[in-house]
């Protein structure tokens, strides 16, 4: 089955093909550096696949093979990194005071973090910056043998951003989070396989097979539904202060989700030996509970004293 395009964008491409997403970061004489328009389009990208049933999975990746994304664009120089001096701009994505305070990585994190389906990183080349940190919430990341990783930030003179100092370490652990951060080093993907940022690391040429590979796999087997319960289960426990808070959304999602034709479904293809047939679709079917959080609003930090 040929790709479509689901929606055209100018700075990403978005595309369907037999149930899974591709999200391609495209600059690619700027090796996908980031922008406002891409933070602003990549934002809309999720909207689209979380509303589309027939997507079962999202996968991201950068056009090229330079490049997964070279982090932000450096081209306004000195000002780059200074909001209020660029206001003035018209840059795209920074249009009221709370847009010019807020970092667009990590606006563009949080709406990763809140996807209704897989999302897993095809990382293709080098990855810096806003490039490395805007992975952190997909669940599944594995990285082509050219992928080069940096978390470069306080080598510029900033810190790091896209709310990454709430993934990171839960991803890689507190030691090997400020070991990368402190010395801002550009690092191969086998330290980046070592250290568990990535889950597998494969040839340039085999990258997009197997990242596709997995997404069937996904596609293929389980439940939309109960993948979109299990993602925010996962990732929103993290932060839990104890496992009762797990047992109860558990108990209320196995109580409703066991009532469902899914899990009719699931145990009858088992039964029968045959391939399972969902028809829950996160549109319509997600438990009556879901949502079960309540989201913070962002709230600007008062300076000292004031």
């Not at 149930?19 to 391609?24: D, F, P, Q, S, Y």
């Not at 293709?124 to 992975?135: E, F, K, R």
Request: proline share 5%; net charge negative; hydrophobic share 40%.
């Amino acid at each position: 089955m040929a790709a479509t395009t689901i929606k055209e964008f100018e700075e990403i491409k978005l595309e369907k093909e037999d149930g899974i997403a591709v999200l391609t970061l495209y600059r690619p004489d700027k090796m996908n550096a980031f922008t406002g328009k891409m933070m602003q389009e990549m934002i809309a990208a999720f909207d689209e696949t979380d509303k589309d049933d027939d997507i079962k999975a999202v996968i991201v990746t950068g056009s090229g093979d330079r490049a997964f994304c070279a982090g932000a664009d450096l081209s306004s120089g000195a000002k780059t990194f200074d909001y209020d001096a660029r206001s003035g701009d018209g840059e795209a994505g920074r249009t009221s005071r709370e847009d010019v305070q807020r970092d667009g990585g990590g606006r563009v994190t949080l709406r990763i973090f809140e996807s209704l389906k897989p999302v897993i990183g095809a990382i293709n080349g080098a990855a810096v910056g806003i490039g490395v940190t805007m992975q952190l919430p997909m669940d599944i990341r594995i990285a082509s043998d050219n992928a080069r990783f940096g978390f470069v930030f306080n080598k510029r003179g900033i810190n790091p951003e896209a709310a990454s100092s709430w993934f990171l370490p839960r991803l890689v652990g507190i030691s090997k989070a400020l070991e990368w951060c402190y010395t801002g080093r550009v690092f191969p993907a086998s330290e980046a396989l070592a250290g568990g940022l990535v889950s597998e690391v494969v040839p340039q040429a085999d990258l997009m097979s197997r990242a596709k590979e997995l997404a069937r796999e996904i596609a293929d087997n389980t439940a939309p539904v109960s993948n979109a319960v299990t993602r925010h289960m996962m990732w929103r426990m993290l932060g839990a202060e104890h496992p009762m808070d797990a047992h109860i959304v558990d108990s209320a999602s196995i109580y409703e989700r066991g009532q469902s034709p899914d899990a009719k479904e699931g145990v009858m293809s088992f039964l029968e030996k045959r391939p399972a047939k969902y028809e829950g679709s996160v549109s319509k079917d997600m438990p009556t509970f879901f949502p079960w959080w309540k989201d913070p609003s962002f709230k600007w930090i008062s300076k000292k004293g004031g």
